[in-house]
C-alpha cells in the first residue's frame, strides 16, 4: 500500500472517531436527528476507510453497504449484528434526512452508540491486520 493512500485510511479512520463524538454532541444538544446523521457517518467513514486497504473509494452509499455485507459481514470478518447495526443506521440516516416528520428520540438514540463504537474499533482492527 502506497503511503498516500495509509495516510487517507487513518483520516477515514480518525473521521469516523471524530464524527462519533459529533454524535453526542449533538444528541446532549437535544439534536437527535442530526445525532443520527453523524452516527451513520461515523460507520460509513470507518467502512470507506477499510476499503480504501483493497483500494476501492467510493462516495455510493448504496454500493458502500453492499460491499460491507458482500465482503466483510458474509465471510465473516464483521459479525452479522454489526452488519444489521450498520443497516439499522443507513436506513435512519436516509429517512431522518430524507423523509417529512421524522423526529428520533433521545432514548431510542443514546443506545446506539456503544454498538456504533464497537463497529469503529472492530472496522479499525481489521484495518490494522490489512496494513501489515
Given amino acids: 500500500m502506497t503511503p498516500e493512500r495509509q495516510t487517507l485510511v487513518g483520516y477515514r479512520l480518525q473521521r469516523a472517531r471524530e464524527t462519533l463524538e459529533e454524535a453526542s454532541i449533538l444528541l446532549e444538544a437535544g439534536h437527535a436527528n442530526a445525532c443520527v446523521n453523524r452516527l451513520y457517518y461515523a460507520c460509513f467513514y470507518a467502512v470507506s ?23 466483510y459481514v458474509k465471510t465473516g470478518h464483521i459479525p452479522e449484528e454489526m452488519g444489521k447495526h450498520f443497516d439499522l443506521l443507513f436506513n435512519s440516516r436516509h429517512k431522518g434526512d430524507y423523509e417529512d416528520l421524522i423526529v428520533f428520540e433521545a432514548d431510542i438514540v443514546r443506545p446506539w452508540f456503544e454498538p456504533t463504537e464497537s463497529f469503529i474499533d472492530h472496522i479499525a482492527g481489521l484495518i490494522a491486520r490489512e496494513m501489515q
Fill in 49 to 71: 476507510a477499510l476499503l480504501l486497504t483493497r483500494g476501492i473509494s467510493t462516495s455510493k452509499h448504496g454500493y458502500v453497504r453492499a460491499l460491507l455485507h458482500q465482503d
